[in-house]
């Protein structure tokens, strides 16, 4: 699951990890992080998400950062926002107003790069990775946030065995595995999602849960 494994999903049109609607997690628990008025928010693997557009209207400063340029393109386009690009290496930056998107590998970000972001809305990256890129992921963030980590989860849990990701299932047991070492985890929610999503039951699965999580640096 490298980097032209995304890229063709999204030229291929196999995008079923997009909402065409704001998640309703998002609306529900945003609030619960300790977030400044008009604080900078990271949407990592954000793709063409409408909840960067609800984090806009709520007042926040929103980055996300995309490896697809199809996706970033297809956000601008969709929702009718201008947007200025300008190569930033080794990401290509789209901007508008209050919105910037780097184009380009997550991995590549820096802390330079994340001045003025204090949250981070994570509903659909941690899912995405198998097991060996969710530790780089998590210790990547952790760089990116040395001690100062306040974010929205959510993640996705079914049997083991009856599907394979992504999504990939993702227990509260992993989560404070890559997460425990510093910081607080709350659990806000636990909601079944196998009869609003039946696409997923008619890939075998017969339990799927969402579950959302506060994760607060103890630092």
Same mark, same amino acid.
């Given at each position: 699951?490298?980097?032209?494994?995304?890229?063709? @999903?999204?030229? %291929?049109?196999?995008?079923?990890?997009?909402?065409?609607?704001?998640?309703?997690?998002?609306?529900? !628990?945003? /609030?619960?992080?300790?977030?400044?008025?008009?604080?900078?928010?990271?949407?990592?693997?954000?793709?063409?998400?409408?909840?960067?557009?609800? $984090?806009?209207?709520?007042?926040?400063?929103?980055?996300?950062?995309?490896?697809?340029?199809?996706?970033?393109?297809?956000?601008?386009?969709?929702?009718?926002?201008?947007?200025?690009?300008?190569?930033? /290496?080794?990401?290509? @930056?789209?901007?508008?107003?209050? $919105?910037?998107?780097?184009?380009?590998?997550?991995? /590549?970000?820096?802390?330079?790069?994340?001045?003025?972001?204090?949250?981070?809305?994570?509903?659909?990256?941690?899912?995405?990775?198998?097991?060996?890129?969710?530790?780089?992921?998590?210790?990547?963030?952790?760089?990116? !946030?040395?001690?100062?980590?306040?974010?929205?989860?959510?993640?996705?849990?079914?049997?083991?065995?009856?599907? /394979?990701?992504?999504?990939?299932?993702?227990?509260?047991?992993?989560?404070?595995?890559?997460?425990?070492?510093?910081?607080?985890?709350?659990?806000?929610?636990?909601?079944?999602?196998?009869?609003?999503?039946?696409?997923?039951?008619?890939?075998?699965?017969?339990?799927?849960?969402?579950?959302?999580?506060? $994760?607060?640096? @103890? %630092?």
């Amino acid at each position: 699951m490298d980097v032209e494994f995304w890229l063709d @999903r999204w030229v %291929r049109g196999e995008t079923g990890f997009h909402q065409p609607e704001v998640n309703t997690h998002l609306q529900t !628990f945003w /609030d619960r992080l300790e977030l400044a008025p008009g604080a900078r928010v990271l949407v990592p693997l954000c793709g063409k998400s409408l909840d960067m557009l609800w $984090l806009l209207s709520e007042g926040y400063q929103v980055l996300g950062v995309e490896v697809s340029p199809l996706a970033v393109q297809n956000f601008f386009a969709e929702n009718d926002i201008p947007a200025e690009v300008v190569p930033s /290496d080794p990401f290509t @930056r789209y901007r508008a107003d209050d $919105l910037e998107i780097l184009c380009g590998d997550f991995f /590549d970000l820096t802390p330079e790069r994340l001045k003025g972001v204090g949250g981070v809305y994570d509903r659909a990256s941690l899912v995405a990775l198998p097991p060996a890129m969710r530790k780089r992921y998590t210790d990547h963030l952790k760089v990116l !946030f040395p001690g100062k980590l306040e974010a929205l989860l959510v993640t996705m849990e079914y049997p083991e065995g009856e599907m /394979d990701g992504p999504p990939f299932s993702i227990g509260e047991q992993e989560v404070h595995a890559l997460y425990g070492d510093n910081c607080d985890i709350e659990r806000l929610t636990v909601f079944d999602l196998l009869d609003e999503a039946p696409r997923f039951r008619d890939k075998g699965l017969t339990r799927l849960q969402e579950t959302v999580f506060r $994760l607060h640096s @103890r %630092r």
